[in-house]
């Protein structure tokens, strides 16, 4: 059973940046592709970025493409989400989740563990 834990959400300006990082327990994260996903109050939870086992491809969802990107080190066990030029619309719960699979999905549905999320406002 694998363990998420995300963390590095908090309170920024428009135009800033932050780095989220999921650090996976209890298991290796190489054995899964990961993906990012946020939920704004009231509203679905969204693909926002995922990348491959080995951190070869990479997918993102139109409305953070170009501005954020995905990473890993399976070495520390961990996946990052670096978000720069942040809008007030990019406030929500960012979650991380890992897929048995080589390749990530934007489906939330099909990832197999989720970490309890972190929060992300940005301030106009």
């Known amino acids: 059973q694998v363990q998420l834990a995300e963390s590095g959400g908090r309170l920024v300006q428009a135009g800033g940046s932050l780095r989220l990082s999921c650090v996976a327990s209890?298991?290796?994260?190489?054995?899964?592709?990961m993906g990012w996903f946020r939920q704004a109050p009231g509203k679905e939870r969204d693909f926002v970025a995922t990348i491959t086992r080995t951190g070869g491809n990479t997918q993102y969802g139109d409305s953070v493409k170009g501005r954020f990107a995905i990473s890993r080190d399976n070495g520390k066990n961990t996946a990052y989400l670096q978000m720069n030029s942040l809008k007030p619309d990019d406030t929500a719960v960012y979650y991380c989740?890992?897929?048995?699979?080589?390749?990530?999905?934007?489906?939330?549905?099909?990832?197999?563990?989720w970490g309890q999320g972190t929060q992300v406002t940005v301030s106009s």
């Open positions: 209890g298991g290796t994260i190489s054995s899964y592709a």
């Open positions: 989740a890992a897929i048995a699979r080589w390749a990530g999905s934007r489906y939330p549905s099909e990832y197999n563990y």
